[in-house]
Nanobody, 123 residues
């Protein structure tokens, strides 16, 4: 399994941008799918975006399509989430995880969760 560490969160005004990074250790990084999830206070963890092992196939939750872009650099063992046009409702702790199950959007099909990085969008 891989070990994942997120970074890049912070406080930004509505309409602004942030880029999250997910650094991985472990020899299997380049062969597995990865995903970003988020969890706001009092809410369940929800799917944001996912990417297959070579970066060709990507998947997005409807409310982030056209605003967020997921990518990966297997040579650097790192995945990214570029977030543009941020809204207050994007405020949450963002987690990266590795896909071990069958779907691309269910949290139960992901593991090796990072510790999370806080994203706060002010209005």
């Amino acid at each position: 399994q891989v070990q994942l560490v997120e970074s890049g969160g912070g406080l930004v005004q509505a309409g602004g941008s942030l880029r999250l990074s997910c650094a991985a250790s472990g020899r299997t990084f380049s062969s597995i799918g990865l995903g970003w999830f988020r969890q706001a206070p009092g809410k369940e963890r929800e799917f944001v975006a996912a990417i297959n092992w070579n970066g060709i196939n990507t998947y997005y939750e409807d409310t982030v399509k056209g605003r967020f872009t997921i990518s990966r650099d297997n040579a650097k063992n790192t995945m990214y989430l570029q977030m543009n046009s941020l809204k207050p409702e994007d405020t949450a702790v963002y987690y990266c995880a590795a896909r071990y199950g069958n779907t691309w959007y269910r949290a139960a099909d992901f593991g090796s969760w990072g510790q999370g990085t806080q994203v706060t969008v002010s209005s």
